[in-house]
């Protein structure tokens, strides 16, 4: 995402506001596939500080994620705030005067993604033995029956 400063460059304390798309399809988070069915919307105002670019606004979007219980995927929602300063001593403008701000704009989209995503409250997930998606009923497994003598056992283990 590149933004033309040459407007505001001039003037102490000079604002440009942008407002646009970024255009992402998927992202791989430690091989979680992540989808994004259109693109997240960023809305930023750029400020001419005294030795800084400041960058603040937010970026809104929708993902799809798979459940990390039950595999099925999901939509998931998000706004981030982001904050972001450059320093005019560092700032590397090319001779247009504009600002890239793209890998700035996709680490808030991972730092956007939970680490566990649930499809819902009570999810509950896909059965060990059989593998269905125990959300859409009982399978056909046989609960193990627990023999007494070992439910002590197991509940110390379980503590
Ligand atoms: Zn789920
Ligand atoms: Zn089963």
Redesign the pocket.
């Known amino acids: 995402m590149k933004i033309n400063l040459k407007d505001i460059l001039g003037s102490l304390g000079g604002t440009i506001s942008v407002e646009d798309d970024f255009v992402i399809e998927e992202i791989e988070i430690q091989s979680r596939k992540i989808i994004f069915p259109h693109p997240p919307q960023v809305k930023i105002t750029l400020t001419n500080t005294q030795d800084d670019i400041l960058v603040q606004g937010t970026i809104t979007g929708e993902v799809e994620l798979a ?1 990390t ?2 595999l ?1 995927f ?1 939509q998931w929602s998000f706004v981030r705030e982001l904050t972001e300063t450059y320093s005019k001593k560092e700032l590397n403008l090319d001779e247009n005067s504009v600002l890239d701000i793209t890998q700035e704009i996709y680490q808030h989209l991972f730092l956007s993604i939970p680490m566990q995503s ?3 409250e009570g ?1 509950q ?1 896909l059965c060990p033995g059989c593998g269905k998606n125990l ?1 859409q009923g009982q399978c056909d497994c046989k609960q193990e029956a627990i023999d007494p003598r070992w439910e002590k056992l197991r509940q110390y283990l379980e503590n």
């Open positions: 459940c219980r039950c099925e999901f649930i499809c819902r999810c997930g959300n």
